[in-house]
Nanobody, 121 residues
Framework: QVQLVESGGGLVQPGGSLRLSCAAS????????MGWYCQAPRKQRELVAV???????NYADSVKGRFTIFRDNAKNTVYLQMNSLKPEDTAVYYC???????????????WGQGTQVTVSS
């Protein structure tokens, strides 16, 4: 089994910054893509940013220039640096990882439990 544990959410004023972290642990052989998704009330979960094991990134248009995704492969951790936050960024943010399990060498998608980000004055 693999666990993803997120941290770093909270309440911030418009224009402020937050950094989310997501650490993977368990039966990990390798981690392929890692990403962040968000889900606002009454909306579907949507991609925010994704990063491959080689460091290639892709962002939702709404966050380009404001958010940065990066990872520390030695720590099996992915981060989301969120700057210039707007009220419309308010959502639960979920970490996602495509993990090849140690032993079976089968890949699965795993999700974190979610962390609330609220942008409000």
């Amino acid at each position: 089994q693999v666990q993803l544990v997120e941290s770093g959410g909270g309440l911030v004023q418009p224009g402020g910054s937050l950094r989310l972290s997501c650490a993977a642990s368990g039966r990990i052989f390798s981690i392929n893509a890692m990403g962040w998704y968000c889900q606002a009330p009454r909306k579907q979960r949507e991609l925010v940013a994704v990063i491959t094991s080689g460091g290639r990134t892709n962002y939702a248009d709404s966050v380009k220039g404001r958010f940065t995704i990066f990872r520390d492969n030695a720590k099996n951790t992915v981060y989301l640096q969120m700057n210039s936050l707007k009220p419309e960024d308010t959502a639960v943010y979920y970490c996602n990882a495509d993990v090849t399990q140690r032993g079976t060498y089968v890949s699965y998608q795993y999700w974190g439990q979610g962390t609330q980000v609220t942008v409000s004055s």
